[in-house]
């Protein structure tokens, strides 16, 4: 009754109402977590517990743009508090701050897919990585994008100067798919004759699907309030490129997170789900810039003149008074997202008032409406972009307005439809697969 | 003309099920978005022809459906008055483009009045389903959909 009082309070009964239904795997006692010895108790309705799949309201009171979306961006929350919870046991999420999360603890793709083409190693082993290595300066691996730049996308750079980095990671069933099928090199997957299914996750069953996680990071610096970033001391790994002199060098940083996509495969979603989320200062809203605020990614005194355009190729950091990428976020985040992530803030500051994790926001989630209608579900919302993962892609502006245009405007379920393997097979909406090499013998 | 009206005229025009046109989980608004060219006023609409199509449609809508193509033949389509406008209607459904009003759609005489209405109405013209193809750049196939046959829809 306690915890009733308190949170109706903190973001009033029919919120809360909709999101403890909503939320398929709620613990129904509220956590406790500790610090072994540490005897400051915290007390949270916010659960460890990944859901399985969406829970909607009854058909009956099932609107597209108010309850169903909320029920997927509850989905979304849900998935990435249980993701950014504490990995290690007895602690809540943010309760010092900051933590190390369980996400981080996935594999991560070259750990699956090795230069080697050999057989990964087994999930319990390599998985819990100490430290991060941070390679991927475009949103896909380097054999996809890195600095070549398809679509005219990436790379990010932030108003240091820096590069961001990118990775990726899949949690243990999208992984033992991979390994089981023997996908995880190029021969394995052109003598795979099935079709390529990951496993669904299911509220009946109460089993989980693949889900799959893709972090961008950017180095902490000059004008950075760390204490707003989930932040890690990463390996930051610069490639060869020898037409330009650069020589293969690694070095050590602090690095901010600064977007979070959760692609999650569901029995009622199997084109996924898509959840992504971003620092709060990471870019303006297009036309609201917010005077006198440090951005990540935008400068007030710069202009809109390269607004959301890739900067000039390949980017140097070295040399000075470059101007880095300006990015705004052309499509708002939706009112009822915004409302349900002031929400859930409250519930991590009431946690402890420096957590991290307050300074997240959920963007949008993307889900099929129809997924038997089409391969693609007809998803909805029809376009949705996170400024650090999908920067350039987000429309463009034409007379003021912003303007998207289908198949090149940013969609998640529209773009990973077309994931193939190397055999010449849909790839079940991941491109991971492509990113496989062949045995070394 | 409402939004209501407008989506069961179309039915009637284009014999696709109102629900097809106008889903109950509508993701991308071409109902809406196709309703309003109708109020756009660079597209030029007497106002008069407009009130009469609406009016006629009413008048008709209740007709049961062995008898309702019929009466939108007679009523709608053989009537030099509003036969234009209904023609054009059906051109936005199946092509997402609006053309001029006082021209003959197949001349392409009015660059500045013949428009896509918009990059969503072009995509989702009916026009590609019914041909089993889909516009230029934008599949929702699956890779290797290519290799197969088109479907094409039933045609009674």
Known sequence: ?441 | MTLDEFVSLSSALTGYPASTLKPARDTQMIAQTLYEQLNLPSNNIPSAQLDLLTLVWNQISGTPPPQLEAAVKEKIIDNLAITRLAQNIIYLWFFGIWYDLSKNPASFTSPNIDHVVSPLAYKNGLVWGEMGAHPMGFSTGVFGYWENVPQLPAIN
């Not at chain 1, 989905?75 to 993701?83: G, K």
């Not at chain 1, 475009?138 to 890195?146: F, I």
């Not at chain 1, 052109?190 to 109460?206: H, L």
Request: with cysteine; charged share 15%.
């Open chain 1, 1 to 441: 009754m306690k915890k009733i009082n308190i949170i109706t309070l903190l973001i009033g009964f029919g919120a809360l109402a909709a999101y403890l239904s909503s939320s398929s795997c709620h613990n129904p006692k509220p956590l406790t977590g500790s610090n072994n010895g540490d005897s400051t108790h915290v007390t949270t309705p916010l659960s460890p517990v990944m859901p399985f799949d969406v829970t909607l309201p009854p058909p009956p009171q099932r609107v597209l743009e108010t309850t169903v979306r909320r029920g997927f961006d509850l989905f979304s929350w849900d998935s990435f508090i249980a993701l950014c919870w504490p990995s290690k046991s007895g602690q809540v999420i943010g309760q010092f701050g900051d933590n190390a999360t369980v996400w981080e603890t996935y594999k991560k793709n070259y750990q699956v897919f090795l230069d080697s083409g050999q057989k990964p190693q087994p999930w319990d082993i390599g998985s819990q990585t100490k430290e991060i290595f941070l390679s991927q300066i475009g949103k896909t691996p380097p054999e996809m994008t890195a600095i070549f730049q398809p679509f005219l996308t990436g790379p990010l750079i932030d108003q240091n100067g820096q590069y961001c980095r990118f990775e990726i990671a899949m949690n243990r069933e999208m992984f033992e798919y991979i390994n089981q099928h023997t996908l995880y090199n190029i021969e394995g997957q052109r003598s795979f004759t099935d079709t390529v299914i990951f496993p669904e996750g299911n509220n009946a069953t109460k089993k989980y699907g693949a889900v799959m996680v893709k972090a961008s990071w950017k180095i902490l610096g000059a004008g950075d309030d760390t204490s707003r970033f989930h932040k890690v001391k990463a390996i930051i790994h610069i490639a060869a490129l020898p037409s330009r002199g650069i020589k293969d060098t690694s070095y050590e940083a602090w690095v901010g997170l600064v977007g979070l996509h959760i692609g999650t495969k569901t029995v009622t979603s199997p084109q996924w789900i898509w959840s992504t989320f971003e620092q709060v200062d990471n870019v303006p809203d297009f036309g609201k810039v917010e005077k006198g605020k440090h951005y990540n990614f935008y400068n007030e005194a710069a202009g809109d003149k390269a607004l959301n355009k890739a900067p000039v190729q390949p980017w140097n950091p070295g040399i000075k008074g470059q101007i880095p990428s300006q990015v705004a976020r052309l499509t708002p985040i939706y009112t009822g997202t915004q409302a349900l992530n002031d929400s859930i803030h409250k519930l991590l500051v009431a946690i402890n008032p420096r957590n991290v994790w307050q300074y997240y926001e959920l963007v949008g989630t993307q889900w099929p409406v129809h997924p038997a209608q089409s391969n693609t579900g007809d998803p909805f919302p029809v376009y949705m972009a996170n400024a650090t993962l999908e920067t350039y892609d987000q429309g463009t502006i034409k007379d003021g307005k912003v303007v998207y245009v289908p198949g090149v405007t940013s969609s998640c379920i529209d773009c990973h439809n077309g994931s193939t393997t190397w055999g010449g097979r849909p790839a079940d909406f991941t491109y991971l697969l492509k990113t496989a090499k062949a045995v070394k013998k």
